[in-house]
C-alpha cells in the first residue's frame, strides 16, 4: 500500500511540474489561436488526443470498487466550473489531485472552440445602462494606473503593508459599490506587462470610452429633434470602445465586459435607428489606442458644439413663441393697426434669420402664410424679412393648386364696379413671382382684355416703362408688398404717360385689389371716356 501511495504522489509531483511548465506555452498559443482559425483547429486536435492518452487515476485502497470519474463536460468554449471570460484575465488552472488526465483537461481548455452562441455574447444593453457602463470605466481607469503603480512598488522594494495593501482595499471595495465591477487589471491573475506604459494607454481608453458614454447619455435625454450630433456621438463611441478592445489585446487581456457592452449598444442601435456607423466596428478596422488623447478631446469639441447648438434651438423656440404670440394679438383685434405688435413679428423674423433659420423655413412660412399681406406699408421691412417675404412668394406661385381655391368666391360691389371701369381693357400689375391661379382670378373678375403680371423683383425700373406706356393700358398696380421698386419710380412713369396707379398693400384677391381700385383710381377712371383709358 505504501508503494502505492507512493506512486500516486510521484503521478500528482509530475503532473504539476508538468502544467507549470506548460502553462507559458499554452498562454501564448491562446493568444495565436484568437487570431488564426486554422492554428485553432489543430490545436483542439492535439488537446483532444492528450485528453484521450491520459491514464485512469490509481485506486487508494485496492480491495474498494473503483471511483467513478465524472465524464467531461461538453466540449464548449470553457469547463462549466468556469464562468465566460469576459473581464481580461484567466483564472488559475485547477491545481486537483483528481489524476492527470482533470488536470491536463483543465490546462488545455483554452484550445477548445469557442461557443459563439454564450449568453455574454448576445446581451443586450439598454439606453439606461450606459450612466452606469461610463462609471465604471472610470473606475477601471483609475484601476489600471494603480496597477502601474502597484507594479512599479513592487519592483522598488516597497513596503506591501503600508504602501500597496491599503490602496488594494480602497479600490476595491469601490469596485464592489457598484454592480458587476470588476478590475480584472489589478487582480493577481491579471495580465502584467513588462512596459508599464501599456497600463496609461488602457487607463486613457478607458477614460475616452467613460467620456463617450456620458456625451450619448446626454444627447439621448433630449427629444428626436434636438439630437444633434447625434450620428457623430455614435461613431466617436465607436472609434473608443475599437481602441479600448486592442489596448487590452495588447497587454495580453481579455475581452472587457464593458467594451462588450458599448460595442452591442451600438449594434442595437444602429440596427434600431438604420444608422450605419462607418468605422471600427469590425475587427479589421481597429481604432489606435495611442490617440486616446486626441479622441477625448474630440469628444469633448462635439459636446461643446451640442451645448451651443442647444442653446440656440432654445432661443430660437422663444424667438418663435413671442411671434406666434404678437400674431394673435393682431388676429383678435382685426381692424386695428397694431403697429407695435407687427413691428415685434418683424423683428422676430429678422432675429432668426440672424440665428441661422433659414428664409425657406417651414415653420417660419406656416407663421406669415396667411398675413403676409397685411403686413402695413408703412413699417420698414429688415433685409432678412424682404428675404423670407420672397421665398414665401416663391411658394405661393409655385404650390399646386388646392380644390378650395379653385371655388368661385363671393364678389364685392367693388369688384362688379372695377369691372365696369376695366371691362375689356389691359392693365398692368407690377408685383412679385407671378401667380398663374391669381392672375387668372383677376382677368375673369374685372373682365379685363389682357393682365400684364410684370415680376418687379428683379428688373430696374426701365425694364417695365415699355410695359407701362403701351396705348392699350388703363390702369397700373403696384403691388407694394412683393416688389421692390418704390412708389416713386413707378409713379414717375405713370404720370409721364397718364397712367391711373393703383397702390397695392395687401394680397391678389379681386375683392381686396377691387376695393383699392375703386378707392383710388375710381373717379378718375369714370370721368374718362373709352377711348382715353
Not at 405713370?494 to 375683392?511: A, I
Request: with cysteine.
Amino acid at each position: 500500500m505504501r508503494e502505492n501511495t507512493i506512486d500516486s504522489d510521484a503521478i500528482v509531483t509530475k503532473t504539476a511540474n508538468l502544467l507549470n511548465a506548460l502553462k507559458p506555452i499554452v498562454h501564448h498559443l491562446q493568444q495565436e489561436a484568437l487570431q488564426n482559425e486554422e492554428l485553432r483547429n489543430q490545436l483542439r486536435t492535439l488537446g483532444e488526443a492528450l485528453v484521450a492518452l491520459a491514464p485512469e487515476p490509481i485506486p487508494a485502497q485496492p480491495a474498494a470498487p473503483p471511483e467513478k470519474i465524472p465524464e467531461p463536460a461538453p466540449i464548449t468554449g470553457v469547463p462549466d466550473v468556469v464562468k465566460p471570460h469576459t473581464n481580461g484575465y484567466s483564472p488559475t488552472p485547477s491545481t486537483s489531485t483528481n489524476g492527470t488526465a482533470t488536470g491536463l483537461r483543465e490546462a488545455l481548455r483554452v484550445l477548445r472552440p469557442i461557443d459563439q452562441t454564450s449568453s455574454w455574447r448576445t446581451v443586450l444593453v439598454s439606453d439606461d445602462d450606459l450612466p452606469l457602463i461610463a462609471e465604471r470605466c472610470h473606475l477601471k481607469a483609475e484601476g489600471a494606473r494603480w496597477a502601474a503603480r502597484r507594479q512599479q512598488l513592487l519592483r522598488d522594494g516597497s513596503d506591501y503593508d503600508s504602501e500597496i495593501e491599503p490602496n488594494d482595499r480602497e479600490i476595491i471595495a469601490r469596485a464592489k459599490m457598484l454592480p458587476e465591477c470588476f478590475l480584472w487589471m489589478c487582480h493577481r491573475d491579471g495580465p502584467t506587462p513588462d512596459d508599464l506604459t501599456e497600463y496609461e494607454t488602457l487607463a486613457g481608453c478607458f477614460e475616452a470610452a467613460a467620456t463617450a458614454m456620458h456625451l450619448l447619455n446626454t444627447v439621448l435625454t433630449h427629444s428626436d429633434e434636438e439630437r444633434y450630433g447625434f450620428i457623430d456621438s455614435l461613431e466617436l463611441a465607436a472609434e473608443a470602445q475599437s481602441a479600448l478592445r486592442i489596448a487590452i489585446a495588447d497587454m495580453g487581456g481579455n475581452t472587457d465586459s464593458d467594451q462588450y457592452k458599448i460595442f452591442q449598444w451600438l449594434k442595437q442601435t444602429g440596427a434600431e435607428q438604420q444608422i450605419l456607423i462607418r468605422r471600427h466596428m469590425r475587427k479589421d478596422d481597429p481604432a489606435d489606442p495611442s490617440q486616446w488623447a486626441s479622441l477625448i478631446e474630440r469628444i469633448h469639441e462635439l459636446e461643446e458644439r451640442i451645448e451651443s447648438n442647444r442653446g440656440r434651438a432654445k432661443r430660437q423656440r422663444s424667438t418663435f413663441n413671442k411671434i406666434r404670440y404678437h400674431l394673435k394679438l393682431i388676429d383678435q383685434n382685426r381692424g386695428q393697426e397694431r403697429r407695435y405688435d407687427w413691428q415685434k413679428v418683424l423683428d422676430g423674423i429678422d432675429e432668426l434669420v440672424n440665428d441661422g433659420i433659414p428664409p425657406s423655413n417651414r415653420d417660419l412660412r406656416d407663421l406669415l402664410l396667411s398675413v403676409a399681406e397685411e403686413i402695413p406699408e408703412t413699417l420698414d421691412l429688415p433685409k432678412n424679412v424682404e428675404l423670407v417675404l420672397r421665398e414665401l412668394e416663391q411658394f405661393l406661385a409655385s404650390r399646386p393648386v388646392m380644390q378650395e381655391e379653385t371655388a368661385t368666391p363671393v364678389l364685392t360691389e367693388d369688384v362688379q364696379r372695377a369691372a365696369e371701369l376695366l371691362r375689356g381693357r389691359t392693365v398692368v400689375l407690377i408685383g412679385g413671382i407671378k401667380r398663374p391661379l391669381a392672375a387668372e382670378s383677376l382677368t375673369q373678375a374685372f373682365d379685363l382684355k389682357e393682365l400684364v403680371w410684370v415680376e418687379g423683383r428683379d428688373q430696374t425700373y426701365a425694364e417695365f416703362e415699355p410695359y407701362v406706356a403701351r396705348p392699350d393700358v388703363a390702369a397700373v398696380i403696384l403691388a407694394i408688398r412683393w416688389s421692390r421698386h418704390g412708389f416713386g419710380e413707378v409713379k414717375e412713369f405713370c404720370e409721364k404717360y397718364d397712367k391711373p396707379l393703383v397702390r397695392l398693400p395687401g394680397g391678389y384677391s379681386p375683392n381686396q385689389v377691387a376695393l383699392h381700385i375703386v378707392n383710388q383710381i375710381g373717379e378718375r377712371l369714370s370721368n374718362r371716356t373709352p377711348e382715353l383709358i
